[in-house]
């Protein structure tokens, strides 16, 4: 788009009372946001769903002096702009009625022709959530995925790490304009998401810093991505927000399960027991079920890595069920000589590695 379309769009963007839908209403109506902009009201009036008070202060001066301001910021910072109707702009979002006119970026994204997942959980994330999503994005690996999240504490965090780990793509989507971030602790992962990937936003940099931000950044999360993934969440919190603009899109949603009592398993739960979400319970369930496939020269990152990471207690079961194949958890139990509180911990453990998987019936195999 050429810095006029850019001027106007972000003027249009920047009227309070439009937002993302109606602009494309009157973007659909009028060609163009400078048509948009230069339009007599009264023929914008007759669009469907545009009343007077959503174009109380459309043509007000003070929006492309703002916009103006920005495409300074924009100029001296090296950002990239996509427009809603650009080849550039994220496919998946453009199939979304709410996602942003103009989406800013840093870093180096390339997303095209890669799979694209979202993971999303709980701010104050436990030991065994972290270790699930680790053992999630590694097992994935070799499919190649962009892992998208929030940059925010503790799960967002968790999955952006283990996707420079494991040499991924990693996008963050941030909440505000790119002239911040938040948390500030998380400054010093910056370089290495903008080098593996990057940050998109719709927010602007003189946008004031909001916690409802969060809630609308969220759409973006769950519209980049073909599903979206729930480590952990309590009752409430904004993973389920994310869970459910997913499932508003039409995309998958999966859920780890965890027990009843466990309070940042709750929200999870409840997405399972709804019907709003594929039950997680090994990593492989994901490409499984949303059909992906992995090129002929590359195998799944699982069982040759990890099983030298395996210890004597972890090899041991791996051994009896690679000879006995699917086994009930008392008879491991029996066989292995291993008392069931402990046994059914260590089968939690390699399920989380990705070698193994539970059955019904209580029954586990290998993987």
Not at 181 to 206: A, L, Q, R
Request: proline fraction near 4%.
């Amino acid at each position: 788009m050429t810095e006029t379309d850019l001027l106007y769009a972000l003027a249009l963007q920047h009227v309070s009372n439009i937002g993302d839908i109606t602009a494309k209403r009157l973007i659909s109506h009028c060609g163009t946001a400078e048509a948009v902009l230069k339009e007599k009201k009264q023929n914008l009036l007759k669009i469907s769903g545009v009343g007077s008070a959503i174009l109380g202060d459309l043509f007000e001066t003070d929006h492309l002096k703002a916009a103006e301001k920005e495409i300074d910021f924009i100029k001296s910072n090296t950002i990239k702009v996509s427009y809603f109707k650009d080849d550039g702009y994220p496919e998946k979002l453009k199939h979304c009625i709410d996602g942003p006119i103009l989406l800013f970026q840093s870093g180096a994204i390339n997303l095209k022709e890669q799979h694209i997942i979202s993971i999303v959980g709980a701010r104050k994330i436990t030991t065994h959530g972290i270790a699930f999503c680790e053992a999630l994005v590694e097992t994935l690996a070799p499919y190649n995925p962009i892992v998208v999240s929030g940059f925010a504490y503790g799960t967002d965090i968790t999955a952006h790490k283990a996707a420079i780990k494991n040499k991924l793509q990693t996008v963050g989507c941030l909440a505000h304009g790119l002239n911040q971030i938040y948390p500030k602790v998380h400054k010093k992962y910056m370089v290495d998401v903008e080098k593996n990937g990057g940050f998109f936003t719709d927010f602007w940099s003189s946008d004031k810093f909001d916690r409802n931000n969060f809630l609308k950044r969220n759409r973006i999360i769950a519209g980049l991505s073909e599903a979206t993934i729930v480590i952990e969440s309590a009752e409430k919190g904004g993973s389920l927000v994310t869970a459910d603009i997913a499932n508003s899109y039409n995309r998958d949603v999966f859920a780890v399960p965890g027990r009843t009592t466990d309070s940042q398993s709750i929200g999870c739960n409840n997405l399972i027991k709804y019907q709003k979400a594929h039950m997680l319970t090994t990593p492989l369930d994901v490409p499984y079920i949303l059909n992906w496939e992995l090129e002929k020269d590359k195998k799944p990152a699982i069982q040759k890595q990890l099983f030298v990471e395996l210890n004597p207690t972890e090899k041991t079961i791996y051994s009896y069920l690679k000879e006995n194949e699917k086994q009930q958890l008392d008879v491991i139990a029996i066989n292995c000589n291993m008392p069931i509180f402990k046994i059914a911990s260590v089968l939690l453990t390699m399920e989380l590695k990705g070698v193994i998987r539970p059955l019904p019936g209580k029954l586990f195999e290998i993987i």
